[in-house]
């Protein structure tokens, strides 16, 4: 599986943004996907996982409210839409994929086969 990360970009705090994370490969429906961020000088921190077939989101505390992940499997992408954006919320944000993932180790990097090339997001205060 190959993952294509895309629309980061430069927006103001409250605003909004949408990433796209476009797979290639067969059955990506039985992938478990996720989204990571990581911020300079800071470890690489979990966002949110899509459960596999069904898409049922599993959120970070620290974006809980604010951002909505979903996946379209019939065009292989999964989506992050963003909202009330903050200056923390800045980093480089990365898809990730795995098939063997279970619930309890959804939160952890290692978890996961396959990643992005990552999508700079930025917000200025």
């Known amino acids: 599986v190959q993952l294509q990360a895309s629309g980061g970009g430069l927006v103001q705090a409250g605003g909004s943004l949408r990433l796209s994370c476009a797979a290639s490969g067969r059955a990506f429906s039985t992938y478990r996907v996720a989204w990571f961020r990581q911020a300079p000088g800071k470890e690489r921190e979990f966002v949110v996982a899509?459960?596999?077939?069904?898409?049922?989101?599993g959120y970070s505390d620290s974006v809980k409210g604010r951002f909505t992940s979903s996946r379209d499997n019939a065009k292989n992408t999964v989506y992050l839409q963003m909202n009330s954006l903050k200056p923390e919320d800045a980093a480089v944000y990365y898809c990730?994929?795995?098939?063997?993932?279970?619930?309890?180790?959804?939160?952890?990097?290692?978890?996961?086969?396959?990643w992005g090339q990552g999508t700079q997001v930025t917000v200025s205060s």
């Open positions: 990730a994929a795995g098939r063997g993932v279970i619930t309890s180790r959804r939160a952890e990097p290692g978890a996961y086969d396959y």
């Open positions: 899509i459960d596999r077939g069904s898409g049922a989101p």
